[in-house]
């Protein structure tokens, strides 16, 4: 099983729709970070947390939401989904001590 | 300007020449510099991470940062076409809470 796990893989929705995405980790790292990646663009950062009482924007934070449930579950939300946001989501952690991120497998999400 | 800059390429090498990947920042306070490969559909995996001046080996991956220019290189020797991925050269900008800024990826394609 991967490290880092996201649900759903891949998703259609319309525009207007909320859609969730979550990520669960078995690395016990403390921090999680949520991307986008965009052809061209890299991988943009759209929130992170520290632990569970600490969540942070991070560059491209509007029209999205995230909620730490636990050390292992951080989960993204698009309250009101708009075609602009179809892109490649990645959820990661941290190992504190090198920097080195281990990402999940990706959300693929189309709105249309 | 973006923080961290690379070349979108394709950057096309024969099969067993070196492969030179480029990327400049520009953040003077960045203290670490990661590079990671992704294959196309896939989640980003570490390939290597450098935080002195110099060079730095593994295999045959050399890493290669020069904090006065502000520049990280990556040489991939005897090039496969099983190296053929997208290299994100990503920074990690202690002025911005050790966050993790990448560069758009150099495409880099192997021809055997």
């Known amino acids: 099983d991967a490290d880092v796990t996201q649900t759903p893989r891949n998703r259609i929705t319309k525009t207007g729709k909320r859609i969730m995405l979550e990520c669960s980790q078995t690395k016990g790292h403390d921090r999680m970070y949520w991307y986008r990646q965009d052809p061209g663009l890299g991988l943009r950062l759209i929130y992170y947390?520290?632990?569970?009482?600490?969540?942070n924007k991070g560059e491209i934070s509007d029209g999205y939401s995230v909620s730490r449930q636990a050390q292992a579950k951080f989960s993204l939300s698009l309250e009101s989904a708009i075609p602009n946001q179809t892109a490649l989501y990645f959820c990661?952690?941290?190992?504190?001590?090198?920097?080195?991120?281990?990402f999940g497998e990706g959300s693929r999400l189309t709105v249309l | 300007q973006k923080e961290v800059e690379q070349n979108s390429g394709p950057l096309s090498v024969p099969e067993g020449a070196i492969a030179s990947l480029n990327c400049t920042y520009s953040?003077?306070?960045?203290?670490?510099f990661f590079w990671y490969r992704q294959y196309s559909g896939k989640s980003p995996e570490l390939i290597m991470f450098?935080?002195?001046?110099g060079d730095k080996e593994d295999g045959r991956f050399t890493a290669q940062l020069n904090k006065a220019s502000q520049y990280v290189s990556l040489l991939i020797r005897d090039s496969q076409p099983s190296d053929s991925a997208t290299y994100l050269c990503a920074v990690n900008r202690l002025n911005a809470g050790n966050m993790l800024t990448f560069g758009g990826g150099t495409r880099l394609m192997v021809k055997p």
């Open positions: 990661a952690t941290i190992e504190s001590n090198t920097g080195e991120l281990f």
């Open positions: 953040d003077r306070g960045s203290q670490s």
């Open positions: 450098i935080y002195s001046n």
């Open positions: 947390s520290f632990d569970v009482k600490d969540i």
